[in-house]
């Protein structure tokens, strides 16, 4: 199943990258359709980045892992697929998982998800060795479904604790209740349930994360919560509660990550130099993927910027890192003005600093972001072609900063230093470069580079 990938590449490659809309610096898939990161680690001087992965159609399936490495977060090496679905307990997909390091070698724990003809489901934990970070050894099942869930039970995290390992995983109880559960291992072999960490919001939880900063830091994506004003516009939610392992989680202290259109199944890693990084899916389950223009060119779907977060009081800051810089060429336009008009590239970094008052921007005659009165709202069209559609946060602090960063069909948006921050997909005419910013700022606008990772497969 690995050469039929490669195949596929080799068949598509080129047809992909010839589309006006794939990305110049994000990580976007070589063929077929990319969704949650998975094991997200900084092992042996090298960040590895996986990714779940459909190379045959731009549609969801028995998903593989795609395997990227990097010295600098910014330039990623595709080294294509580490895991495909061709075992009976993974058979309908190697669904999400996380990374750690014991003992030299990688480790790694996945969903293997396993449907019959009648779509009935089965999961199980499984784990996988890796003694160079080319070679990946199936290990088999370590957790099968315990008593009281349903089959929608995936996505395990684990990290080492106290001389102990722990794991996490995504749920969903038989009274339809989403939560996260807890299992604990000496030895990342044998693992003992030791039940619900936290529970309580929509249908079912995917993508758990944990990790401590000034707190203990619970995240995850939770399925079926109600549209509230502004808050959960999306299908689905991506956030965080902040909290504490031993005392609990409440979900009433839950706070969602990213207030953009696509945002989903975020996954943390700490590197060797203590940063928190966190990167996200720019997608969205059932949020109207079906409308993107990129099918035609056989792809869909990429990565967000890899982030670092901070934790300020009950907030976690989302910072575009320092790294990024290394991505800038040439400045494009800079000064004070209260309006300035003019050509945005198609891979450009916008900086508005030294902000007094309220701010316009519309970029590429398609997407708006309005900030006034201590409110943002981000306004495009919808990708069903039904009219507009708009997505709203109420500002941490008064606006000073806004950074945005813009790679031909995708546009993220940190304000004040990543307090709010709005990821989206963007898929304006082709040859637009229009922008238009009205506010009494500074203004810097760099065009950057490509990545300059390749493929070895």
């Not at 300020?312 to 790294?323: R, W």
Request: proline content about 5%; aromatic content about 12%; overall charge negative.
């Amino acid at each position: 199943m690995k050469n039929e990938a490669k195949e596929e590449i080799a068949r598509w490659g080129n047809t992909v990258k010839q589309d006006p809309y794939y990305p110049a610096y994000h990580i976007a898939p070589p063929v077929g359709l990319l969704n949650d990161p998975n094991g997200f680690i900084h092992w042996n001087g090298t960040y590895h980045l996986f990714y779940q992965w459909m190379p045959f159609h731009t549609g969801h399936g028995a998903k593989f892992w795609a395997h990227l490495t990097s010295g600098n977060l910014v330039d990623w090496e595709f080294h294509g697929p580490a895991l495909a679905p061709d075992r009976w307990y993974d058979r309908s997909g190697c669904y999400s998982g996380s990374a750690v390091e014991q003992d030299g070698e990688l480790v790694l724990f996945y969903t293997g998800n396993v449907k019959n003809a009648e779509v009935e489901r089965e999961s199980y934990q499984c784990k996988v060795r890796s003694p160079d970070g080319v070679t990946f050894e199936k290990l088999g099942v370590s957790i099968e479904l315990p008593e009281g869930f349903t089959p929608h039970f995936r996505d395990p995290k684990v990290w080492k604790a106290g001389g102990s390992w722990h794991m996490v995983i995504g749920a969903q109880t038989e009274d339809k209740e989403g939560c996260v559960v807890l299992y604990d291992s000496p030895d990342l072999e044998s693992w003992q349930y030791r039940g619900i960490l936290a529970s309580g919001l929509g249908y079912m939880w995917e993508c758990p994360d944990f990790f401590h900063m000034e707190g203990d830091v619970l995240l995850f994506s939770p399925q079926g919560l109600e549209e509230q004003g502004a808050d959960y516009r999306n299908m689905y939610q991506s956030g965080y509660i902040i909290g504490d392992f031993d005392t609990g989680f409440r979900t009433e202290d839950f706070r969602e990550l990213d207030h953009g259109f696509e945002f989903y199944a975020p996954q943390t890693m700490e590197d060797d130099f203590g940063r928190r990084i966190m990167i996200g899916w720019m997608g969205m389950p059932d949020g109207g993927e079906e409308y993107f223009p990129t099918h035609d060119f056989h792809w869909i779907h990429q990565m967000t910027l890899p982030r670092e977060l901070i934790q300020k009081g009950d907030l976690l800051v989302q910072k575009p890192l320092v790294e990024m810089e290394e991505l800038r060429t040439r400045k494009v336009a800079g000064g004070s003005q209260e309006k300035w008009k003019g050509k945005i590239p198609a891979s450009s970094e916008i900086l508005l600093q030294n902000i007094e008052g309220d701010v316009d921007i519309e970029l590429f005659r398609y997407i708006t972001l309005r900030c006034n009165n201590g409110k943002a709202v981000l306004t495009r069209p919808a990708m069903d072609g039904s009219g507009e559609e708009w997505r709203a946060r109420t500002l941490e602090s008064p606006l000073t900063e806004i950074r945005a960063f813009v790679d031909h069909s995708s546009l993220e948006i940190f304000i004040n230093g990543g307090e709010t921050v709005f990821s989206s997909r963007i898929f304006p005419e082709k040859e637009e470069n229009s922008g238009i910013i009205n506010g009494d700022l500074s203004l810097t606008v760099w065009e950057l580079r490509r990545q300059t990772g390749g493929e070895t497969v």
